[in-house]
């Protein structure tokens, strides 16, 4: 399942990012800064999460270790589905 939720986020985040990459190009453990996302787009990133997810995040939630990679972000996800 957390392959299913990372390869969706890479659509997610090149798509609502603007990202001029193709999803497979972006490695799960890759920092995102490395691909140009900075603090705005992650707030962007987190309203498409919540949004295509149908999950909310708490303030406590947004940490720079959650944020960090697609790898992390798919954790995040995980967490607030079960």
């Known amino acids: 399942m957390a392959d ?3 390869s969706q ?3 997610l985040i090149v ?3 603007f990202l001029d990459m193709a999803p497979e190009d972006i490695d799960d453990n890759t920092e995102l800064s490395e691909y140009g996302v900075d603090s705005f787009l992650l707030l962007e990133l987190i309203v498409a999460l919540e ?3 149908n ?3 708490d303030q406590s939630d947004i940490t720079a270790d959650a944020l ?3 790898a992390s972000l798919a954790d995040l996800v995980k967490s607030k589905q079960a």
Request: charged share 40%; glycine share 0%; no cysteine.
């Open 9 to 11: 986020l890479k659509e």
């Open 15 to 17: 798509e609502r990012l």
């Open 51 to 53: 949004e295509v997810f």
């Open 4 to 6: 299913t939720i990372a």
């Open 68 to 70: 960090k990679s697609v």
């Open 55 to 57: 999950v909310k995040f």
